[in-house]
Nanobody, 119 residues
């Protein structure tokens, strides 16, 4: 099993920056992808950015050019650098790990961290 703990959320003014961190523990060798999702009030959870074990990155169109996802080599940490933040980026941000073990796929979530961008 993999356990995820996020940190780094908070309140920031529009145009500012925040860096989210997520520490992964447990069977991280089974992780094929780490990423970040977000959920705003009244909306569905959506992908923000992800990075695969091979280093391939994927971004939502709404954050492309403003956010940068990165990870450590061992797949034990994933980061989200958020620049030029907008009020519409306000949401709870969740770290996730996609796991493949014994032929089964499992998506693991962190507890979430609040990001609030004031206008």
């Amino acid at each position: 099993q993999v356990h995820l703990v996020e940190s780094g959320g908070g309140l920031v003014e529009a145009g500012g920056s925040l860096r989210l961190s997520c520490a992964a523990s447990g069977s991280t060798s089974s992780a094929i992808r780490l990423g970040w999702y977000r959920q705003a009030p009244g909306k569905e959870r959506e992908l923000v950015a992800s990075i695969g074990r091979g280093g391939v990155k994927n971004y939502a169109a709404t954050v492309l050019g403003r956010f940068t996802v990165s990870r450590d080599v061992a797949m034990t940490a994933v980061y989200l650098q958020m620049d030029s933040l907008k009020p519409e980026d306000t949401a709870v941000y969740y770290c996730n790990a996609d796991i493949v073990a014994s032929g089964a796929f499992l998506r693991v979530w962190g507890q979430g961290t609040q990001v609030t961008v004031s206008s």
